[in-house]
């Protein structure tokens, strides 16, 4: 008996539901206070990739939003400064293994901000994830680098230890994206300082999906927290808040940074200048200059117990 021949045919899928399916856009929100608020002003702006490509909507903060993150920031401060070295280190690890779960979204992003190959731009993502891994293998060794014993003519111990300076205002650089934006975020959270970043202007987009890695990366609310918008318009109030300790300018631009820096001086603001180059190379070695830039150093005496040159003691 003949075996009756198989219907190999697929079936016509008849359901236009499932042959038409809209897009899910993503709404890009600001990241405050461990919050994804929508700007206070209710203002978007369009960002679009190098080809003039419309990519998304992203909040225009507003100075109600820059006032909000800075006490946020300044809320947060006292338990992250207060944590444990290796913890910290701890938490920017685990921010490190957050982005590489992410990594395909990230290498996405940045090759629409900053026009990049897929290839070119997963060695940015990359080395981005990298520089995490780096900053947090220094959090608790960095005060025995700058820090420690220092010999004096006297009977005294003279110690030196440095401490966070406080809240830190930073301007992303504006060219690169992400890998200039986590070698300027990372050192400054890693010796226990807390954060508002001014996002790349034109390119906001991988800075604000960071705030979406950092929320669920165990690093605590207002720690970093996260703007979008206009630079000039967001960087001046900063400048000018008397809550806020220290400025890094790696975003501005060279008449931008002169008027930040003399807003800064009205509350003695700790200023790090731009780069003189115009495209500085972030993939190079770090280094610690941006550890050290954002520590205050404290020192303590303590008489040994000798009397005097004889010998003689208690």
């Known amino acids: 008996m003949s075996e009756k021949p198989k219907n190999t045919e697929k079936p016509k899928n008849t359901d236009k539901a499932e042959q038409q399916r809209l897009s899910v856009f993503k709404t890009y929100k600001l990241y405050v206070g461990g919050k994804f608020p929508r700007s206070e002003s209710g203002r978007v702006y369009d960002v679009t990739d190098t080809k003039g490509k419309w990519l998304a909507n992203a909040p225009l903060s507003s100075r109600k939003d820059a006032r909000d993150a800075v006490v946020a920031a300044r809320k947060a401060f006292g338990g992250w400064s207060g944590a444990t070295a290796y913890n910290r280190g701890q938490v920017l690890y685990r921010v490190a293994e957050m982005l590489e779960g992410r990594r395909d979204q990230f290498v996405r992003e940045v090759a629409d901000a900053e026009g990049l190959s897929r290839s070119k731009a997963a060695a940015v993502v990359d080395a981005a994830i990298d520089r995490w891994v780096w900053y947090a293998g220094w959090t608790d060794k960095i005060a025995q680098v700058v820090g420690g014993g220092n010999p004096v003519a006297g009977p005294y111990f003279n110690l030196s230890t440095p401490e966070p300076t406080g809240v830190v205002t930073v301007l992303a650089?504006?060219?690169?994206?992400?890998?200039?934006?986590?070698?300027?975020?990372?050192?400054?959270?890693?010796?226990?300082?807390t954060v508002i970043v001014i996002a790349s202007e034109k390119s906001p987009l991988p800075a604000l999906s960071l705030g979406e890695v950092l929320a669920t990366s165990d690093v605590p609310g207002g720690v970093?927290?996260?703007?979008?918008?206009?630079?000039?318009?967001?960087?001046?109030?900063?400048?000018?808040?008397?809550d806020v300790n220290a400025i890094d300018?790696?975003?501005?631009?060279?008449?931008?940074?002169?008027?930040?820096?003399?807003?800064?001086?009205?509350n003695l603001k700790r200023v790090v200048r731009p780069q003189a180059v115009d495209y500085p190379d972030y993939f190079a070695d770090p280094g610690i200059e941006r550890l050290t830039a954002f520590l205050e150093t404290k020192t303590v005496w303590h008489p040994t117990g000798a009397l005097g040159a004889s010998g003689s003691s208690y």
């Open 173 to 193: 650089p504006q060219e690169s994206s992400f890998l200039g934006l986590v070698s300027v975020i990372a050192p400054v959270i890693a010796t226990g300082n």
């Open 224 to 242: 970093v927290n996260v703007l979008s918008g206009r630079t000039a318009e967001i960087a001046a109030p900063l400048a000018a808040h008397q």
């Open 249 to 266: 300018l790696a975003g501005a631009d060279d008449v931008l940074a002169k008027e930040l820096e003399v807003a800064a001086a009205d």
